[in-house]
């Protein structure tokens, strides 16, 4: 009878050390590819700014061409300064970002969008600004990285999908939950976003 005890307390003994070893690499495996995707994320993330702040570079070369133009609307062109101002001061660290950030920060570069647009469509007005080879520049950098954002920003979504299923996915959402693994938010298309800015032409 003592054997049998011995023998049933040693095949449970290592039947729980199987258990273990199998729930330390599940563990291992499913966090790491945690980080791995999480990091991919963070890297589009990254991408996504990089694009945006292209965009933002133009605007002081812009700014001193339509300025030449004495009688430009001001007022449009300090519109635009100043939604620039206010999309670059925006800052998200992506490691915590949440849907208020990604609100933010697409509003205020939506609100550099809308004013990008309403110049560009005043410069209509004014056949010599809109002839310049400086604007006619501006307009060809500008078409270019409008389309690397939306292109940037899908990839975004792909890699932030692709990792908030991994962690909501069962059993590895009890593992994300446990280990702190926090879902990311998706870049929301605005209205008009799936077509190309409009480059006019003389």
């Known amino acids: 009878m003592r054997n049998k005890g011995c023998m049933s307390a040693g095949t449970i003994?290592?039947?729980l050390l199987v258990i273990a070893v199998l729930v330390f690499f599940w563990g291992k495996n499913g966090y790491n590819n945690f980080v791995a995707k999480e990091?991919?994320?963070n890297t589009k993330w990254s991408n996504v700014e990089t694009v945006y702040q292209k965009r933002a570079n133009l605007i002081p070369n812009l700014e001193r061409t339509v300025k030449s133009y004495?009688?430009?609307e001001q007022g449009t062109l300090t519109k635009v300064i100043e939604a620039r101002s206010k999309a670059t001061?925006?800052?998200i660290d992506p490691?915590?970002?949440t849907e208020g950030d990604m609100a933010k920060f697409q509003a205020a570069q939506g609100e550099?969008?809308?004013s990008l647009s309403r110049l560009m469509a005043v410069v209509e007005s004014y056949p010599n600004l809109k002839a310049d080879q400086q604007y006619i520049n501006f307009q060809r950098e500008y078409t270019a990285i409008e389309n690397s954002i939306r292109s940037e920003t899908v990839y975004y979504n792909e890699a932030a999908q692709d990792y908030n299923t991994a962690i909501k996915t069962f059993p590895n959402n009890i593992l994300a939950n446990f280990t702190n693994?926090?879902?990311k938010p998706y870049f929301k298309a605005e209205v008009g976003a799936e077509k190309a800015p409009e480059v006019f032409t003389n």
């Open 89 to 91: 001061s925006i800052t």
């Open 112 to 114: 550099l969008t809308g």
């Open 13 to 15: 003994g290592i039947a």
């Open 181 to 183: 693994f926090k879902e």
């Open 95 to 97: 490691t915590n970002m």
């Open 39 to 41: 990091q991919t994320v």
């Open 70 to 72: 004495s009688q430009f």
